[in-house]
């Protein structure tokens, strides 16, 4: 295994993950320690769909879509070193355990994602993880987390 710190952009993002607008969640990958860990950045912009209903008078990002960044920056991470085919590939979660909620993210901030990976058994991948604004824990959970193929032979 390497100790090399890998970067990716969007472009490599993209071809990744399966998401799309308006829930992908990820802008770059700062950091990228395969197996063990990531670090990487959503831009939380006033223009995110959801702010319209969550809340009109004060803008909160939704604590359910933190999460989902943290999931999607721990499939980086998953599929950094597994062999995958991003439209034919579902990363799901399994669990959540543990999640805390400590500051609200608002428009203008940079949501740093931070996932180590602790073990994968059987199929089920489990990381723990945290997302920081100005070096302060906005949330974290230990997230547990699942690979599925979506070809109807694995249903």
Known sequence: MSTEKINLDI????????????????????????HKRIKALKNVSINEPYFMGHFPSRPVMPGVLI?????QAAALLT?????????????????IDNARFKRVVEPGDQLILN?????????IWKFRACAEVDNVVAAS???????????????
Not at 67 to 71: K, W
Not at 115 to 123: P, S, W
């Open 67 to 71: 999460l989902e960044a943290l999931a």
């Open 115 to 123: 996932a180590t990976f602790e073990r994968h058994m059987r199929g």
């Open 11 to 34: 472009h490599k993002i993209l071809t990744l993950l399966p998401h799309r607008y308006p829930i992908l969640l990820v802008d770059r990958v700062l950091e990228l320690e395969p």
């Open 79 to 95: 599929f950094s070193e597994e062999p995958h085919d991003p439209g034919n590939t579902l990363y799901l979660f399994v669990g």
């Open 141 to 155: 959970a230990d997230l547990i987390c699942t690979v599925r193929n979506t070809d109807a032979d694995a249903r």
